[in-house]
């Protein structure tokens, strides 16, 4: 059943040796020419083992266009933590948005749209793009532990963002690769684009260097308008008087407990909760980077910290950083490079109520809401202090480079480790729920080693032409691994032990003393993905005027299926310099050329379920206990019926990506333009698709899914007031990135599938919302049409005077899903940001503009609160009231009044009543900055001094009614829990000399 | 030169082992090739379906909101699912009840059984501890419980889909199948399972020698479905039929053997302890699925309780589903009931079957296993074992068919046994009213909480045949559940149930 070791590369086998022995004839011709060459030393830092990604990069390095609009320095001043912050909306394509502005949670990066839809967090998973440092392909979470997940709310863990593990001090350049002809190299892990970050390279002049940039700012509290249970009392009698007579809708309605007595002061007196809830948050930090070492060795060592608070619940993110690099040059021929990366991270978390019981996977009763109430909400704040929750986070990323220089010919072995573990541990006391302690512990840790090499050889074929040859093989072993634990009562609030012993050499290491036998649960689960890729690569280079280049590349995946286990791809990329073909003479070109790459790449499984086929496993729970092993404590083994079935032949998803594109800098003012068209076919993907129900499964995993992705991307600036004053200088830069997405095709030649209340269709957009059309409201019973003797109804419940009018799409006189159209969407068609930066003097003044277009968000927020009679009391994650349910949000005025109490649901979210316009522009960020350096600059022995001043998240323009647009979830729903992005200031300085 | 071939030769390391490299053993899941290999995967597999069964019963605890919530005899204070469920507005657009329209997961138990019923004898030929003996128990069970699963479906939506074998490489849709006969096919196979299935396990049954996997009889007690079992299906399944003269035939070969299984009558204080009948797993629960404490398979989910509890039994302040006090009053309407009765100043007698009977809540208490089997009401994690049916529901059962068939006496025996349980003098028709009557309030009363009420309503009205409005619904199908859209729109051979088109 397995296929064999692939053929064409035991032709490329052949072919690597033929060109090592080609080598090794040309070494002893070209000795004398070898000699000369090594006085010569080539710069160190080409032994960064970096892989060139590019055609481009190879051939036309001076006149590439960063894809990154602003420089690191600039990104550097504006405090934050996360790799998601610094890029957001930066690059033309790159779509980042904040869905929660509590500080250092884990967020999504999406290049050039989806390609596949979004239904939960783990299909978020799927759409990231792989993040490079210096030739490490970073490693994250996987979302396998949501297997044991009541709730898709938070995964376990410590959730902290790992892609906060590098400082931005020590970062040279950070690019977004988006076209085959980049990212092809990297193989599949950058079907969904790369982020390349690169770090500084130490001196070589023998001094030593230092560099120091620190700031320190706040976060500002929120204004908020409070309300309290008079305000909510007065919302909902308006329903009351509308629908009832007597004030109860019928002789079971309740009306709640904390509304009805208007002596409770609790509830009824000054709302003034906000004060504890809201803060003030101090954000810092601090970076100190030392570098020295001449030309043979040299080193750098740097040490961060930095702190991001965020505005409510004290919620904070620290990181602390250390980073080292060393190269060295022990022989002429020999090249060695090490840096280590180090991060710690610590993050207090959000309050939440719900975020706490969908870890419990337990609701308490939900009758009596936090108060309002200051001093009620601050004892319950003291309740919380008697707990704890630790989390935290070690990062270590690290390589080893070895390089072997002979002429033109270069071997390159890197060995990669990345690294990361998570720790939560965790406490809550008695008093804060219906006297049940809890406890829980999670260890987990992602781990990737990859094992690298690359022969390179620069072939001069004659004066005009040259051609580079590079054959590379590639292993990579990931695992994932978590233990988990957590337990109900405890004996009292003082035994917080851990659940789990960290050596767990000892037999009785699960076994806990102060929790009952019977309420703890463990899990210990892990998973391993191992990667294996060949390519080899040839770049033609014609006259400095034409370049085309071949990458041929096999990939074998652990989680393919055996007998599908090995895909080969091909990209070819070709660029023609039109600056040296037609413009050599023309001094308004700086330079112009024409970039075009077609080519596929793989798209890997993220489970390794897939590899099996069919399977048996122990999905055996139920819904709100899917964590049930078994029967009668014998485990068991049944096939996925909960994941779906899985057959043979699932051959590798893959994407094709063509794009187009030019690019031209003139000597005038500056200016640079640069477009990008593209095509981004991703075909072949698996869906679960509902059926086989008869056979017990929700799903069938079907191979089939096509998804394209059109977009057009353009970055253009230059200096608006350049160089006719000298002191004054005005540059403008916008990127703007325009993504449309089309399913075109499903699995089995479907035409449309509903999965999770959204509905896919061949034609249509992958991210559309799906809902039913508001027209108004029955304002009689007289009103609602009959057709044939049969009144409209809602899936056979008869409407009613205060029912909605729903459009009747198929116009049966019958509203059910048939009648619910897809509508909108939530990955914004146009995503993008302005800048401009002001100069005066030694002055600067930097202002820049982020915005999405074409966006919509569900207002779930509202629609809960609307349908009041069904979430209270209903004993379900959306009647959990947080303490904001206090705070006065949205318009209330865009609202008919509707019969709450109707069987039709009449405040359903799925409706669009509750779709919003979710466009914007903010002013992300202004800063106002003095180069001191020309006053310091002698006693610095030439160094540099920069102090600035900036504040972020200044202002929002936008329709949409709810708090901000931008912390809206994964599927463009804002159910009003998420901490909002805060407005902060800072000042800082940068020195270095 | 020597340092490039040294280097060619470092090269080259990886270039070896790589398919090793990926074939990766999966710790989360058991590949076709690793499973049917020895005895402890026929067990895992079978525990499978038993677990796949308990499941399918106590999702949305689907078991009680089938059984009683669809009665209507339960008041609804809050949720509005419920509330649809007992006005019969089965369409109703809400999650709870898209689930309980949904018979996938009873398709999975049919599923694993159908692949254990294939792939097990496998297993025989690969490990020789596998005995012919234990297999053919196992088959036995697993047959048991895919007959017991489509008669379960067959309940809730009539005609269903027969599906026989797994399939797995040749999935196809098929239409339903016609109740009758697809009754007629469960009672064969249920006879057929029961030959094979022992009156206890690990017992030295004549049916099932030695000690069951290895384990002892306490360790199967309650939890695995025994001869007695079948022979309760097939009465159920008889009665549901109107095949009143197999119920008593049915019936009475478990009146005969039920002390073979260890089987006892259940006092009212053992039945209403919270670490009683229904607490952990044994013998008496004729057939049932537990939750047992000790093994940590307590839930917050999948329990009576869950619905029933409420203050000041458990911290919650309003139960999902309550039994109105003129409810309670007119169905335990006789003096000196252990179960309820109320004195004549309408205090009730004892709070076991229901507590705060005088608050706005009486709470249904009969079944609360709050964690060990305890009365703290702090926590509501339960240990209640689901119970399918117990000897007071066979015996009452074996009334029922002997008064259908003119039996008089027998019934009248069968329904005194019970009546005698529970302190209340023998039946008599002055006192009584119609012995049917009676047998079905006795019913009502004994079995309240325990998923029976809905379709004993069903067989009292076809027995009965006097309440139009029942009977209309009977005649037009619309006891039955409709099916759920995606089941429909996934086969189209499928149609829906006429009363809910």
Redesign the interface.
Known sequence: M?E??PTPYNVG?VAF?FM?LL??QL?ASHKDGYINRSSKLRLLQDTVPKLLDSVFELNFKSVRINSVQKPVADIETSGNATIHQFLKGEAAGLYVTERSGEPGTPNSMFIRGISTPIFSHKDVYHNQPLVVLDGIPLVGTHP?SYMIQAYDLDRIGPENNLLSNIDLSNIESIEVLKDMANTAVYGPMAANGVIKITSKKSVTDNKKRISLHSFVGVSARPQVTTINGDYENRFRQQFYDLYTTSGRYND?D?YP?YLSDSLNNRYYGPSNWSDSYYNNGLNYGVNANISGGGSRSNFQFSLGSLQNAGIADDAKFQKYNARFQLDLQPLK?LFFHTSINGTRLNRDRNRNLRNRYAMM?????L??PLAPNKETYDAYLLEQDKGFDNNFSNILDGNVGIS?Q?GK?Q?K?TLVADYNEGFRDLFYARTLM???SFAANYYGYNQRLV?N?V?LYDWKLNDHSSLFLEGA?I?Q?DTHKYNYAYA??GVNDFIKINLLRFDDTHADHLISRAFP?????KFL??????L?SFYSRGTYNLQDKYTASLLLRYD???N?Q?TE?WLFTPTLALGWNLKNEFLQDNSLYESFKIRASAGRLGVLNLY??V????????Q??????VI?P????????????EDG?IGYDMPWAYTDQLNVGFDFQLSKRRIYFSLDAYVKHTKNQPLGI?????????Y?LASGMDVKNTGIEVSVGGDIIGNTNRDFRWNSGINLGFNNNKLTALPGGLDEV?IHDRKLKVGERIDAFWVLENQGMFHADAEVPQVNGVTKN????TFKAGDPIWADQNGDNRI??EDRVMQGNFIPKVAGSWQNNFFYRNFDLKASFYFNLGRNILNQEMSDRFNF??N????NMNSVKEITYWEKRGDYGRYPLYNPWS???AY?ATQDLFLENGSFLKLRQVSLGYNLSDIVGASLDGGNLYIYLAANNLFTLSKYSGRDPEVANYMGIDQGHNMLLPRTYLMGFKLNF | MKRILFYLLFLSIPFSGCENMLDIEPTRVVSEENMWEKMEDTRAALMGVYGLTKSALVDRNAFWLYGEVRSGEFAIPVRRDLRAIAANELNANDVTLETLRNWRRWYAVVNAANIFLERSPEVLEKDARYTVNNHQVDMAQARFLRAFAYFYMSRIWGDVPLITSASEWSFNNKPREEKGKLLAWVEQELLKAAEDMPFRYSNNDIKQQGNYYNEQTSRWDGALATQNSAYAILAHLSAWQGNYPNAAAYTAYIDENYSHSNINYATTANLTSSSGFFYDKHSSQMFGFPGVWAHVEAAFTGHIEELTLAAPVVNKSIPDMYMTKETVVRVFDEAKDQRFSIDTLGNPLTEVYFTNFNGRYPIFSKIKCIMAGVSDPSFRIFSSALVFTRLEDVTLLRAEALAVLGERNGAVDMLNRIRENRGLLPYSEEANGDLIDAIFQERHRELMGEGHRWYDMVRYHKIKNNDPDFVKLINEGGIYWPIAEPLLQQNTLLEQNNYWK
């Open positions: 397995k064999k070791f086998i040796i090592s080598q090794l070494f396998f079971d309740t407990v021929w996977a337990y609701l308490p009763d009758s009596a072997v002979s010919f071997l072995s219906e006297e049940n094992f090499n022969a093989s292993l072993w109900y009562k036998r019977q309420l703890v649960y689960d892990r998973t391993r993905h191992n294996v074998g995946s652990s393919a055996p286990r390794d379920n590899a099996q086929g069919p399977n048996y496993t122990a055996i729970g139920y819904t709100g206990n049930v078994g029967y009668n404590a014998f485990a068991g083994l049944v096939r996925p019926y079935w509902p059926s086989l129900a008869e056979y017990g499964y929700a069938n509903v809602y899936n056979g419940i059910s899903s009679i069904n209270e009391n209903a004993n069987a039709v649901n359903q």
